[in-house]
């Protein structure tokens, strides 16, 4: 079971610890939503719970529910730039689906 970042995700998530000491990783889970039944949460963790479990890449810690982690394990996470677009990009190879506008999945 783990979860990864690519080099730029992780740079992006320490650049942003770096300037909110109350923070401490990254908090990845799924809610059911869209048309293709699940879609990812990401925020910032300003704490873990004793239920949480916690995975470290890259120097960065990555909490996730434990009720999450059976769609999300394995997930690379990414931040990908595109022009003046920026955002988080996940690659589960637990999907066997999404939706067209790709903001949602299915397993």
């Known amino acids: 079971m783990a979860i990864s970042l690519t080099n730029s995700a992780a740079e992006r998530v320490r650049s942003?610890?770096?300037?909110?000491?109350?923070?401490?990783?990254?908090?990845?889970?799924?809610?059911?939503?869209?048309?293709?039944?699940?879609?990812?949460?990401?925020?910032?963790?300003?704490?873990?719970?004793?239920?949480?479990?916690v995975f470290e890449d890259k120097g960065v810690k990555v909490v996730v529910d434990p009720d999450a982690l059976a769609l999300i394990d394995g997930t690379e996470v990414d931040f990908v730039k595109k022009g003046l677009n920026e955002a988080f990009s996940f690659r589960n190879p637990n999907v066997t689906g999404e939706c067209g506008c790709g903001e949602s999945f299915n397993i």
């Open 16 to 53: 942003y610890l770096d300037s909110k000491s109350e923070c401490v990783g990254l908090r990845l889970g799924v809610t059911q939503t869209g048309c293709s039944g699940y879609s990812y949460v990401i925020n910032y963790a300003d704490r873990v719970s004793e239920t949480d479990i």
